[in-house]
Every structure is written in C-alpha cells, then in structure tokens.
C-alpha cells in the first residue's frame, strides 16, 4: 500500500482514481471540442489506477469510487462514438443526464468522505531529538499461576513492548506496523479490537496498513544514557499498541516506555510461538458484579506490570541479554494506564514503592483506596457532562485526596475517553466518541501534560508544573 497523504487520508493512487472518476463525469459537461480528450485521459487515469489498487489492495473506501466510475464510463465513452450515418456522437439531453450526473459524482464523491471518517492513521512525527527504536519481549512469571486457565502448570505470560531512545535509522528504514510485528498479527489485532464493540471488521480495515515513526530493533542512542522507565497498562480489551503516539513521543524526549499485553483480558495477545490467546473478559451488564470482577481483573494487571518491573530491572543489570541492558533508569520509574489500565497503575503503585510515579489516563480506580498512594499522581479525565458515572469524580478525588505526595486531576475539555489513545487517528470525528481536540490536538494534549509531569516528577527538571498543567485544562490539586 503506498504512502497516505497527509490531511487527505488517500494514497496517490486512489486520489487518481477519485479524480479520473470525477473527470469521466465531469466530461460530459464539456465544450465539445474538449470532451474526447478528458474523456479518455480520465478513463486512462481510473483504469490504471484501479488495476494498481487490485494488486496492492483495494481499500472499501474505493468500492463507491469504482462503482460510480464503472456506472459513468460506458455512457461516457459511449458519447466518443460516432453514429453510422456520420452524424455527431449521441447525448442524452442535458435534463436527463443531470440527475444521472450528480448521483455519480455523490457515490464516487462518498469514498474520499468515508477515507477521510475512517483513515489509515497517520502518526505525529515525534518532537524530541532522539529517533525512536522499538521491540517485542515475552516474560513468563514461574511464580504465578494463570488465573484464566484450570491448568496449574500453566504460568504468567506477558507480551510486552519496548519505545526506547535510538539512533537514527537510514532513509528508506522501514517503519514499524502499527498493532503487531507483522502485518498479519496486525490484522488479527484489529479484527479481536473491532469484534469486541460489535462493528464490522471492514471499517477500519485501514488501521493494519498504518505505520508509526519507529523502527524495529533500531540501535539505542549513543552517549551511554541511562533512561528513565515508564510502564504502561491499555483499557479494558485494550493492546499493548493502543497508545503508539504517546508512547513515541515520550521515547523521544529520553524515556524508555514499556507497555503490556494483558493475556485473556487484551482483545488478542499474538504469543512468540504463533498462538493468540482471545479475551476472556466481559461485562455482566449488572453492575454491582461488574465492579466485582473489575477488582479482580485490576489486581492482575497490577501484578504483571510489577512482574514486568522486575525482568526490566534484571534486563538492565544484564541478568537478560538485551541491548538495552546497562541504559534503563529503573531507579526512576512511572507506572502509568488508560481506562482500567489507569485503575491497575494506581493500585500497583500502592503495592510496589519501586514506581516513584502515576499517571491514570481516564481511569475510574478499582479496588481499595487504601494504603494511600505515596507518590505523585497525574489524573487526566475526559470533560466532565451529566452522562459521566456520578461516582467517577468522587471515587477518583478520594483517591488522589489520601495521598501523601502532592497529585493533580487535570480535566481537559473537549476530550472524551477515547481522546487518550490512538483511536482520533483512526476512528470518526464525532465528539461523543474522540472529543473535539482534533487527530492532532488529542494526541498533543496527551504527551504534552504527561511529558510536563513525568520531566518534573522522574527528573526532578525545575519549572512551574501547576501552571504547565492548567494550560491545558481544569486543575485540581491535592491533598
């Protein structure tokens, strides 16, 4: 699949093929002595151009395209042929071709619509001066016992992906698939994702084809730094991939980020030996039991992201072979989640005094609020509306009010839950869904306060951290 234009969500071989479409109807409108030439320049144009798309790939955006164009070509080429008795080529009259005209130019013109409502994502280019490398590790804890499964020899197993800082790659690297390391653990991906909100998989058929901004295995930066480590738990049926803008754009400014695939709870978690272990985990709909099991799961997401703490710790002393052993700061350590990830960061941060940081993206905490968190907290939250759970701000400000270092709960307005992942890259504008910030301005908030917050409270850089944050929305801080 060729390059997506920015800011037009097409790849120059489907523009071309919108614009032959359109030529072939807007043809017939011509003065007369122009109208051969376009005609067949712009039949030139969509027919090789649709035979390119048939070998790369024809995205269902282009279907509405090529069925206008396969509707108008037959009459537009029909207009090029002379009649038998020599008389110019026959039209309809302009009264009946009218409506046939703009009913076309309405289904081709619905292609670059529906291109533009479910894109291939284009990724911000990262701000910081390192390039950005990444790799996928797997860890099995001979500790614990996989919950999910009756077997009692089966262990604990993560998926867990590096964004780290790199060398620059040569022009020309290939850049990494977004969701998986191939395209085909990609598709499986995507296909677990959209299965679990009850849409049709053809929609965001897109998101497989994206590519981030890092480099697989790429060499870590030069100059023998030692980066500060962030882990980072996704949401309810979320991968570890869901927050690939934020996580390169923290790996840019000198962080390492680790995020985790939470097995049989992640909506598909592709294993090193080709396996891919399904979610398990669903709501009841009664909601007295649904915060019941919402503890439990939270309580094995904290303990994998302390697992994954450890064998980080061991990476760096060197007791795991990687290239980064010797470069990670696990000194300096933020825990940090989406949704109920958020949720599983807080109650691992209360268990393990290792993370000297939290930041929940968006997560309503599970679980007990005791002990009191002794680290600094960020909360961000979605704008707050009458359709919020009126127990969210409560339970979250009860939360952050017994902790015993100074934490903040920034609500950004104009954001939604789905603001603090990947999803505005990807999914309709619609505010209710991704907020209004934009699909440059959601992830820019994101990386920007947690950047501010993470330089400050893993750094110890100097600066007015209060008024970095209220800049970007309401501030409350506490205790």
Do not use: K
């Amino acid at each position: 699949m060729t390059e997506i234009i920015a800011g037009l969500y097409v790849s120059p071989v489907e523009l071309l093929a919108v614009l032959g479409a359109f030529g072939l109807v807007v043809a017939r409108w011509l003065p007369a002595a122009a109208r051969p030439r376009v005609t067949i320049g712009a039949g030139a144009v969509l027919v090789s151009s649709a035979i390119v798309l048939g070998v790369v790939g024809i995205r269902w955006q282009m279907v509405p395209v090529l069925a206008g164009a396969a509707v108008v070509l037959p009459f537009a080429l029909r207009a090029l042929l002379p009649r038998r008795t020599g008389r110019p080529a026959w039209r309809a009259r302009w009264w009946l071709a009218l409506p046939g005209s703009v009913a076309c130019a309405g289904v081709i013109a619905a292609g670059p619509v529906a291109a533009w409502a479910f894109p291939v994502p284009v990724f911000p280019e990262p701000s910081g001066p390192f390039a950005v490398g990444t790799r996928v590790v797997q860890w099995t804890d001979p500790l614990r016992p996989e919950s999910f499964t009756p077997d009692p020899n089966d262990r604990r197993t993560v998926v867990v992906q590096l964004w780290y800082p790199a060398q620059e790659s040569p022009a020309g690297a290939e850049r990494a698939q977004y969701l998986g390391r191939t395209r085909a653990e990609a598709r499986t991906v995507s296909d677990a994702l959209v299965r679990g909100v009850g849409l049709p998989g053809f929609l965001v058929d897109g998101v497989p084809r994206a590519r981030s901004h890092a480099v697989f295995d790429a060499p870590v930066a030069d100059g023998g730094e030692r980066f500060p480590v962030v882990l980072f738990s996704p949401g309810a049926g979320g991968v570890r991939t869901q927050n690939t803008a934020w996580a390169e754009e923290l790996a840019s400014h000198g962080y390492t980020v680790a995020a985790l695939d939470h097995p049989y709870d992640s909506a598909a978690v592709v294993l090193g030996d080709g396996r891919t272990i399904r979610a398990e985990t669903a709501s009841t709909g009664d909601r007295a039991e649904d915060d019941e099991l919402a503890v439990g799961w939270t309580a094995i997401r904290a303990a994998d992201l302390g697992f994954v703490l450890t064998r980080l710790d061991q990476l760096d002393r060197g007791e795991i072979s990687d290239p980064l052993t010797g470069r990670l700061d696990t000194g300096r350590v933020a825990v940090t989640g989406h949704s109920m990830g958020g949720a599983a960061a807080l109650q691992a941060a209360r268990q393990d005094e290792r993370f000297d940081a939290v930041i929940d993206l968006d997560g309503y905490p599970h679980g007990a609020t005791s002990p009191s968190l002794s680290q600094p907290t960020l909360a961000l939250t979605q704008a707050i509306t009458p359709a919020t759970d009126p127990r969210y701000v409560p339970r979250l400000s009860e939360a952050l009010d017994h902790s015993t270092a100074t934490s903040y709960r920034l609500t950004i307005p104009g954001a939604a839950h789905l603001t603090f992942m990947d999803g505005p890259l990807y999914l309709p504008p619609v505010p209710s869904l991704v907020g209004s910030l934009g699909r440059a301005g959601s992830p820019h908030v994101v990386a920007a306060t947690s950047l501010a917050f993470l330089d400050s409270t893993l750094r110890g850089e100097p600066g007015d951290l209060p008024g970095l944050l209220s800049a970007y929305g309401d501030l409350v801080t506490y205790p």
